[in-house]
């Protein structure tokens, strides 16, 4: 089979089969992140980029080229998360912008197109870095560019395509070699796998191997944490007959006999529901929902020794879910009533901040944020999402502090987006360079000298960040095992300890010292109250001389974010 054209039915079939592409590979390409943090999220970030763009392409009926270009376009870029995603939104922005004017779309057309788009991306970002996303995104232009010196309108688009990957797959495997934290982790880099994954699912709609389009809203799913709450409060935990939700391996000695299996299930059915059971010759894998887990476990001990044993209150999680419930339902009320406050006030100045915790967002809005946006670093907020925060606002000028080195470039395009007012981005990289610059801000003062002030401010300020890994890795020369508890500074790692108060305690040490007068510490939803208190208790000692704060941040998979100033 041959290709030699493009028309405009051939282009969305392959977007969307790169679409889909993307999306069933985000959990692999998260796990890529260089740091082994829980919040790796360069697979989903890009995926929501692109769903974006998937869901208006695909709710098109019959459109002709330059209408389908412009959706993916606009699509990509409204829906654009994170560093990969804003880049990913402008590769597509220069890729339609050379082909929506075209009738015929050849060899020659698609290379020129994909030179437009790596020139857009690199523009985009202010000090492009070799070894990421863009990289690979160039080796793949530079291929096709040299492809097409010797091609005319007879030219094979299949054959091109399966040759402008193989460039791409060489590029992405030498990522490593070009920057050293992707070598000293043993990953490639996740953006450029992303954008690989992509091409790949491109191919496979051009030659016709991608099968038939099933999008489901799901597939579409932008909304930020703590949005699309489910109402369970109808459900009593009267009606959850079995409590314990008990989960655990058998290794067996020697193969289970199948009346013995068959006996064991009974046993199970005997004493609850829900049950999975799947014997092989070394293993038993068992799936229980009881009153008595003990009489599981026991029976199961008779067959062999066990591993990764869980056991969850089942009837515990639904009371807290309807804790959790309510609380977003609260919160999102709180978000529409400052949301017709910001409205309602013309004032000078305008403020948005993302947080991701509620202590941590009453806190910006106690020094004067007007907007806070729900997201951080488990869900970067889409550039939509920030320009319409930037909309609601009723204010001349607005500074957005992004507080996330990923959401930066989010938060900048939002800002080109924007025409009616002047917008700043703060480039703050975390929630405490966010509340520092916030607090440094002077009304009386212009827009860019406040900017250059808030800057300035934020690096002064030494911060950690204080989070578990996910996996083995080794960076800057420091082991890291799944489960270790590590310190992220403002250039990389700091520490990495067994225990959570011990890798504080060194972590405030190597941010802070003799001539610091203020330590401030923001726990998370992990952390208890009484156990933030009893650590100040021990840094205070450390450090007489300096202020001591503890502060309920209530953020999700970071139990502390520390400054020192």
């Not at 959990?27 to 790796?40: C, H, K, Q």
Request: charged share 25%; aromatic share 4%.
């Amino acid at each position: 089979m041959e290709l030699h054209q493009l028309d405009t039915e051939l282009i969305r079939r392959a977007f969307l089969a790169g679409a889909a592409e993307l999306e069933s590979k985000k959990e692999w390409i998260n796990e890529l992140n260089v740091f082994p943090v829980p919040d790796g999220d360069t697979g989903t970030n890009m995926t929501l980029t692109i769903m974006t763009a998937a869901k208006d392409v695909a709710a098109l009926d019959e459109p002709d080229l330059h209408t389908l270009c412009k959706a993916i376009s606009s699509g990509s870029l409204r829906g654009a998360r994170g560093n990969s995603g804003v880049i990913l939104s402008q590769l597509l922005r220069g890729l339609t912008r050379g082909l929506d004017s075209e009738d015929q779309i050849d060899v020659k057309k698609i290379a020129a197109s994909m030179e437009r788009a790596t020139e857009t991306a690199y523009k985009a970002v202010m000090k492009p870095k070799e070894g990421t996303i863009l990289t690979v995104a160039r080796a793949m232009s530079e291929k096709a560019v040299e492809l097409a010196e010797d091609a005319d309108s007879s030219s094979d688009i299949l054959a091109f395509t399966e040759t402008i990957i193989e460039a791409g797959d060489e590029a992405l495997k030498n990522t490593p070699e070009l920057l050293p934290v992707l070598k000293q982790a043993g990953v490639v880099d996740s953006g450029g796998q992303g954008l690989m994954c992509v091409m790949k699912g491109v191919l496979k709609g051009l030659s016709g191997k991608s099968g038939a389009f099933q999008f489901t809203e799901t597939s579409f799913s932008t909304a930020p944490s703590g949005q699309g709450v489910v109402d369970t409060s109808a459900l009593e935990t009267s009606d959850i007959r079995f409590g314990y939700c008990t989960e655990f391996i058998i290794n067996l000695s020697e193969p289970l006999p199948e009346d013995e299996e068959r006996a064991f299930k009974a046993f199970l059915e005997s004493i609850g529901d829900s049950i999975v059971c799947v014997a092989s010759d070394e293993l038993v894998k068992v799936h229980v929902h009881t009153n008595d887990p003990g009489l599981a476990i026991q029976k199961g001990l008779s067959y062999g020794p066990l591993s990764r044993m869980k056991i969850d209150n089942m009837r515990e999680e639904h009371n807290e879910r309807l804790i959790r419930n309510a609380s977003q339902i609260a919160a999102e009320e709180k978000r529409k009533k400052e949301a017709e406050k910001a409205a309602a006030e013309r004032k000078a100045y305008g403020f948005i901040s993302v947080s991701a915790g509620q202590g941590l967002s009453e806190i910006f809005r106690e020094i004067g944020v007007d907007l806070v946006i729900e997201g951080g670093q488990t869900m970067n907020p889409s550039t939509e999402d920030i320009l319409n925060g930037i909309k609601q606002l009723n204010a001349d000028t607005v500074f957005v502090l992004p507080n996330n080195k990923n959401i930066i470039l989010a938060a900048e395009q939002a800002r080109d987006l924007t025409e009616d007012r002047k917008v700043y981005v703060v480039p703050t990289k975390n929630i405490p360079q966010g509340i520092t610059a916030m607090v440094s801000f002077m009304p009386d003062l212009e827009p860019e000298e406040n900017l250059e002030n808030m800057k300035e401010a934020c690096e002064s300020l030494q911060t950690a960040q204080i989070t578990y890994a996910v996996r083995d890795t080794s960076i800057d020369g420091v082991s890291i095992h799944e489960g270790d508890m590590m310190a992220i500074g403002d250039h990389g790692i700091l520490n990495v300890g067994k225990d959570l108060k011990g890798t504080v305690l060194e972590a405030v040490q190597k941010i802070a010292d003799s001539d610091t007068e203020l330590i401030t510490l923001y726990y998370g939803a992990d952390v208890k109250q009484e156990d933030a208190e009893a650590l100040k208790e021990e840094i205070q000692e450390q450090f007489p001389d300096a202020e001591i704060e503890v502060n309920a941040g209530g953020q999700p998979v970071y139990y502390y974010f520390i400054s020192a100033e």
